[in-house]
T-cell receptor, first 116, second 114 residues
Framework: GENVEQHPSTLSVQEGDSAVIKCTYS??????FPWYKQELGKRPQLIID?????GEKKDQRIAVTLNKTAKHFSLHITETQPEDSAVYFC???????????????FGQGTILTVHP | DGGITQSPKYLFRKEGQNVTLSCEQN?????MYWYRQDPGQGLRLIYY???????QKGDIAEGYSVSREKKESFPLTVTSAQKNPTAFYLC?????????????FGPGTRLTVL
């Protein structure tokens, strides 16, 4: 099955700096890669996603890049703010197609702390 | 944040007891999922269902059971066979088949075994 590795497990930055979180996946058939943000005690919420037919996607201060050949994708947050502090999870979808929804396999999470 | 609800928010169980966690969605989604979250381990898939009256085991199904009698509901039972059930349980649903599996999460149930 799919295996997703996420690094680093913790990341501490100063406000205004950039933050980068990296993930690798094992199933070359995976075709959907979402990123979720989870604040303490709350539900994960989708912040950005990328599909296998594109290499990069941006949404204001957040961007995701995908390298299908190397089977890795990354989350980039620029001009970080204290409210960006949370746990971030990457995920990859395998087994989807036709009428199948497939399954999301999650990385282990990155605790991002943005210091004022 | 509406659309998927879970109850209760907190649940305490004595050892040897079965407990059932509720998950309801009004998004008309076909697929529903249960995850377990432990510190430092991310989200691990327990069971999922892509259609009413059908479900599949995820990566850590032992000690859990589910049913999917209605499209809107996907309850999870934590049985006494689950040796370490204390965790945060998240339900999710998805409505787009065929490859783009955006999942929407409920608020979670925190289960503690006394």
């Amino acid at each position: 099955g799919e295996n997703v590795e996420q690094h680093p497990s913790t990341l501490s930055v100063q406000e205004g700096d950039s933050a980068v979180i990296k993930c690798t996946y094992s199933d070359s058939a995976s075709n959907y890669f979402p990123w979720y943000k989870q604040e303490l005690g709350k539900r994960p919420q989708l912040i950005i996603d990328i599909r296998s037919n594109v290499g990069e996607k941006k949404d204001q201060r957040i961007a995701v890049t995908l390298n299908k050949t190397a089977k890795h994708f990354s989350l980039h947050i620029t001009e970080t703010q204290p409210e960006d502090s949370a746990v971030y999870f990457c995920a990859a979808t395998s087994g989807a197609g036709g009428t199948s929804y497939g399954k999301l396999t999650f990385g282990q999470g990155t605790i991002l702390t943005v210091h004022p | 944040d509406g659309g998927i609800t879970q109850s209760p928010k907190y649940l305490f169980r004595k050892e040897g007891q079965n407990v059932t966690l509720s998950c309801e969605q009004n998004l008309n989604h076909d697929a529903m999922y249960w995850y377990r979250q432990d510190p430092g381990q991310g989200l691990r898939l327990i069971y999922y269902s892509q259609i009413v009256n059908d479900f599949q085991k995820g990566d850590i199904a032992e000690g859990y059971s589910v049913s999917r009698e209605k499209k809107e509901s996907f309850p999870l039972t934590v049985t006494s066979a689950q040796k370490n059930p204390t965790a945060f349980y998240l339900c999710a649903s998805s409505g787009v088949a065929g490859g783009y599996n955006e999942q929407f999460f409920g608020p979670g149930t925190r289960l503690t075994v006394l």
